[in-house]
């Protein structure tokens, strides 16, 4: 990307206030616990991480001998400041590595940091260098530049476990990778993640908001996820399905513009419908890509969103059941579409 257009992006993300949204040690190992058998002979590189401070670093310097890692890197953005009292190295961006030994960090890492002859954007030459190097990258990116960062890491090729808000899955791009199996949710959701540390003149909203016995100021905002392509247990466990369509057809309303059911809770799934099925995008939580298969996104047949009566539900992503249940009231309704629809001289692939 040039770098013209990569300056244009983060002056977008200095406007975001959830781009200082820093995350807790505890819901890294919280995350991370699941994933210990992936980092063996790894390079990680956290490229949104001043080593100084990230909870991040902190996780994977801590637990480095365990994990077997072969390097890590973190490496941290400073913003440009134009004006004449505001010069020299402080404003350049920097990165820190670490391999494992003790003289490493039994001193102020300040000592060792590396600076970048720039500002240290993970757009830049310089960190796209050092993310060549790397195996898997793990951090909280900037939400604001969600898409730009994870194109990025697909470019690449690298494996990743990074913190995103829920409506990421909302993005053409992110669904893409989930469709295509390319990218999948991690453990933990929502509540999962417990909150973000702020800066301290960011306001304390919400009924969780707190000061922690550290004296970080944590924000839970419980709308964010983690988005991977680490294989994890999750994404193969089966969702138990106990409802039925056939019978409670009342309970499963069609929709205006696309031959489909809707659903409102992925608990409500039925197991003998194998049509196309609307479900919340809270589903990818739970989505085990051998039992469904992804169809869509939100639009209908005539590319709006999905309606029933008129209304549109919140966004829905289409499915279908790769082991439903045969149901011979099933059969008889498709032959019986099949029919009406060769006497009016149309024919259709059911």
């Given at each position: ?125 310089e960190s796209i260098e050092l993310l060549k190097q790397s195996d898997i990258v793990v951090t909280n990116p900037p939400f604001s530049l969600f898409r730009e960062y994870v194109a990025q890491l697909v470019k690449y090729d690298k494996k990743f476990l990074i913190i995103g ?186």
């Amino acid at each position: 990307m040039a770098r013209n257009a990569s300056n244009k992006l983060l002056q977008k993300a200095k406007k975001s206030k959830s781009d200082e949204f820093y995350t807790q040690l505890s819901d890294i190992e919280s995350e991370l616990q699941h994933y210990k058998n992936h980092f063996k002979d790894k390079v990680v590189f956290c490229n949104c991480d001043d080593a100084r401070i990230s909870n991040f670093f902190k996780y994977f310097s801590s637990n480095f001998k365990e994990l077997g890692l072969k390097k890590l890197i973190a490496a941290c953005y400073q913003e440009k400041k134009n004006d004449l009292f505001n010069t020299g190295e402080s404003e350049n961006g920097f990165f820190f590595e670490y391999t494992g030994k003790e003289s490493e960090t039994d001193k102020p890492i300040s000592n060792d940091i590396i600076y970048f002859k720039d500002d240290g954007d993970f757009l830049s030459l310089e960190s796209i260098e050092l993310l060549k190097q790397s195996d898997i990258v793990v951090t909280n990116p900037p939400f604001s530049l969600f898409r730009e960062y994870v194109a990025q890491l697909v470019k690449y090729d690298k494996k990743f476990l990074i913190i995103g808000n829920i409506n990421a899955i909302t993005y053409k791009e992110i669904f893409k990778l989930i469709k295509e199996n390319k990218a999948w949710l991690g453990i933990n959701l929502g509540r999962g993640v417990s909150g973000f540390i702020v800066p301290d003149y960011y306001e304390l909203y919400g009924t969780e908001a707190r000061i922690d016995s550290f004296g970080n100021r944590i924000v839970s905002p419980n709308n964010c996820l983690w988005l991977t392509n680490l294989d994890n247990f999750k994404r193969h466990e089966d969702i138990e399905l106990t409802k039925k369509y056939f019978g409670n057809e009342s309970n499963y309303p069609k929709y205006d513009n696309y031959e489909g059911i809707n659903v409102d809770k992925t608990e409500d799934i039925p197991l003998d419908f194998g049509g196309c099925i609307g479900v919340p995008i809270t589903f990818l939580h739970k989505f085990n890509p051998d039992q469904f298969e992804l169809i869509k996104f939100r639009k209908g047949n005539d590319d709006k969103d999905l309606s029933i009566d008129g209304k549109c539900p919140y966004f829905r992503i289409l499915i279908k059941n790769k082991r439903a249940i045969k149901n011979p009231q099933e059969d008889r309704e498709k032959a019986s579409t099949q029919q009406q629809l060769h006497a009016s001289g149309d024919s259709v692939l059911l």
